[in-house]
Every structure is written in C-alpha cells, then in structure tokens.
C-alpha cells in the first residue's frame, strides 16, 4: 500500500514558539492531503484538507491563522502550529488522499508543548 | 453533516471468542465505509472498505463487514479474536456532499485475554 511519513514524530516546544510538521507520501503523488487531530482516548477529528497549490480548506473551528497548511508539492504538505500553548498538545496525524475516499496515514506527531 | 457511531468504547474478549464491533452511520447518500485498525504505538491501518457490490467485505487479517444499507450499519466481525488483534478500530464512512474527507467514530478499544 501507499507509504506516508510525517517528521517529526515526537516535538516538545516552549509555549509561544512555533513548530512545523512535515507529511510525505513517499511513493505515489497526493494532490489531497489531510490534516487530524487526536485527544488521548478520543477520535480523529479533521482540521483541514491540504490541496497542492491552493489554499487549505479548514473544518468549523479549526484557526487558520494558527494551523499553517502548505501544501507545495505533490509529496509535500506541512503544518506549522504558531504561537504553540498547553492546550494545543495533542497527536497530530496525517493522510494522503487516494482514490474513492480512501486515505494512506502516516504515522502521527506527538506534539507536547510546556 | 456526516456522523458515525460505534456502540462500544472497550470490548474484552479471551482469545478465540466471535468479535463483532458495531458501527452506524447517518448519511443517505452513496457512501464508502471504512474500518481501520491502530495497533499500540503504529499508524492508521485499512482493514477493509466497501464501496460497491457485495455488502459481505473481506478485509485482511480474517476480519469482515457488513454492510446494510437499511440499517445505517457497517459491522466488523472476526470469527476468532487472536492476542495480536488488540487494538484500537475506528470506522469510517466517506462521500456524499464530503467527498474526499472521512469522518471518524469514536473508536473501539479491542483488549484480548489469553
């Protein structure tokens, strides 16, 4: 099956500073990628979906201005979380869009921000 | 808006005992139905997904589901629960007005005794 990586899969930051996440696929080209979010003992939820060379679509209640998505080529997305806080640790996951609503996952960022 | 329901948030079950995970969906519409399966510490996995066809899937690892349209339902099944089948199962359903997005169930925690 497809292959997704994210780098990094585990960050700790300072509060208010800045952290990029990176999400390849690695052996097909994805012009969708899809950014989750995931609470300990809880679902996925979806913040965004990442098409290449466009601007990102966010779900209700996800910040854009927060949630950086660039998607700038077709094996690259990335999501910068800015201005980092407590409440914004979480495990960040990412997908890449195949045929038929299919997605390939990659193996998620533990995000810990003190 | 699309919404899943899985029924259960933790089953245990001994090895060798029938495993059935129970999931329902609230769209009309022409949908896709996935289940995938995260094992401690991996990524997301597909198991299997419907589309079209058969509503009896075969996914790997000996697992199953059923699809009944008229019940909203997207069952998974397994005859014979393995220690190795322990995990966490989240089903999903895809299309309609969301195409190309997924939205997620709760999630079930599959714990197997010895």
């Known amino acids: 099956g497809a292959v997704v990586s994210q780098h990094p899969s585990w960050v700790i930051c300072k509060s208010g500073t800045s952290v990029k996440i990176e999400c390849r696929s690695l052996d097909f080209q994805a012009t969708t990628m899809f950014w989750y979010r995931q609470f300990p003992k809880q679902s996925l939820m979806l913040m965004a979906t990442?098409?290449?060379?466009?601007?990102?679509?966010?779900e209700q209640g996800v910040e854009k201005d927060k949630f950086l998505i660039n998607h700038a080529s077709l094996t690259l997305s990335t999501l910068t979380v800015t201005s980092a806080h407590p409440e914004d640790s979480s495990f960040y996951i990412c997908?890449?869009?195949?045929?038929?609503?299919?997605?390939?996952f990659g193996p998620g960022t533990r995000l810990t921000v003190l | 808006a699309q919404s899943v329901s899985q029924h259960n948030h933790h089953v245990i079950l001994s090895e060798a005992a029938s495993l059935e995970l129970g999931c329902n969906y609230s769209?009309?519409?022409?949908?896709?139905l996935f289940w995938y399966v995260q094992y401690p510490g991996q990524h997301l996995q597909l198991l299997l997904k419907y589309f079209s066809g058969d509503p009896l899937v075969k996914g790997i690892k000996g697992f199953e589901a059923e699809f009944i349209k008229s019940k909203f339902s997207f069952n998974l099944r397994k005859p014979s629960v393995q220690w190795s089948d322990a995990a966490e199962y989240f089903c999903?359903?895809?299309?309609?007005?969301?195409?190309?997005?997924?939205?997620f169930g709760q999630g079930t925690i599959l714990t197997v005794h010895p």
């Open positions: 999903a359903v895809g299309g309609g007005t969301s195409y190309g997005k997924l939205t």
């Open positions: 769209y009309g519409g022409t949908v896709n």
């Open positions: 997908s890449a869009g195949g045929g038929d609503n299919e997605q390939f």
């Open positions: 990442s098409n290449e060379g466009s601007k990102a679509t966010y």
